[in-house]
């Protein structure tokens, strides 16, 4: 269960980077990719790259939370390095 959760962490986080890259900038520097507008259009992906960055920061967050709630649950050892002492 712990290791699905992590994979579909992961996705989220690459997919956060990827829709945060392809968003508009303020200050007219229009990012890695184009800024979105080159892509998709201004105006209908500026509402709906904002909806989706927000869907999964939310994501993120909740995910985090769950998976720190896993962790401390689990028991065993506290370190991610093995043969080593807390």
Known sequence: MESIL??????????????VLLQRSKEGFTGFFGGGQTLLGVKGTATFLHKLTIG????F??????????????????TVVPGSSP
């Open 6 to 19: 992590l994979v579909i962490y992961v996705l989220i986080c690459l997919v956060l980077i990827v829709v």
């Open 61 to 78: 967050m909740v995910l985090s939370l769950v998976l720190a709630i896993i962790s401390t649950h689990r028991g065993g050892s506290s």
């Open 56 to 59: 999964l920061a939310v994501a």
